[in-house]
């Protein structure tokens, strides 16, 4: 079963506006992290945000973490045409092996 | 440039014939990981392995395979394929620790008929 779940499912918006997609996870994590996929490629890493950071920033991405609600949030501001993608939250987990596991997605399109 | 590369990238096969997809990685990366990924379930764990000779298996590893006889491949091999196993496959490592960052292959499109 998937640990984390994002929200929305679908996020349609203009160029220039800022993005924001939310991922919520159901059991103590040793870290979350954010992936971007492009229609038919693999997966890239974005930016990883350990348990014990609350925000992080990289570029135009700003990640923020909440440990106490089990909830993470990914920010992209000034989008661009060229962000649309999907986008996956991945949390780490010490119990059960070490494993990392994903969400379903958010599927970003903007509007160019 | 170091990599880590799938094949075959697109493969239709019958129902009960064994497929083997191949991941090769250039990193030297000690953990390697397989996921499918179908929609509405995002991606899920098949196995992973943390170095030469371990496997384990993940959240849906009936019916897959794998071996770990080297540090650079991670073969995954369907032992009868079913029409459930279409696909798409994508093969991972990561360089520190075992919860951090992954780098992906580009996937394989598997079609079971």
């Known amino acids: 079963s998937q640990q984390g779940e994002e929200d929305p499912q679908a996020l349609s918006i203009q160029e220039g506006e800022n993005a924001t997609m939310n991922c919520s996870y159901k059991?103590?994590?040793?870290?979350l992290q954010w992936y971007r996929q492009n229609s038919g490629r693999g997966l890239v890493h974005l930016i990883l945000?350990?348990?014990?950071?609350r925000e992080k920033h990289s570029g135009r991405l700003r990640v923020t973490l909440d440990t106490s609600k089990k909830s993470s949030s990914l920010l992209i501001t000034a989008s661009r045409a060229a962000d649309t993608a999907s986008y996956f939250c991945?949390?780490?987990?010490?119990?059960?092996?070490?494993?990392?596991?994903f969400g379903a997605g958010t599927r970003l399109f903007v509007k160019a | 440039d170091a990599e880590i590369t799938q094949s075959p990238r697109h493969k239709i096969t019958e129902t009960g014939r064994q497929v083997t997809l191949a991941c090769h990685q250039t990193?030297?990366?000690?953990?390697m990981f397989w996921y499918r990924q179908d929609l509405g379930h995002g991606l899920r764990l098949i196995h992973y392995?943390?170095?030469?000779?371990?496997?384990n298996k993940g959240e849906v590893s009936d019916g897959y395979s794998v071996s770990r006889s080297n540090t650079e491949d991670l073969p995954l091999t369907l032992e009868s394929a079913a029409s459930s196993q279409t696909s798409v496959y994508f093969c991972?490592?990561?360089?520190?620790?075992?919860?951090?960052?992954?780098?992906f292959g580009e996937g394989s499109r598997l079609t079971v008929l």
């Open positions: 059991t103590s994590i040793n870290n």
């Open positions: 945000i350990r348990s014990n950071e």
């Open positions: 991972a490592s990561s360089r520190t620790g075992r919860t951090g960052e992954l780098f």
């Open positions: 990193w030297n990366h000690n953990n």
């Open positions: 392995s943390y170095g030469v000779q371990d496997t």
């Open positions: 991945a949390t780490a987990s010490l119990k059960g092996g070490f494993k990392t596991i």
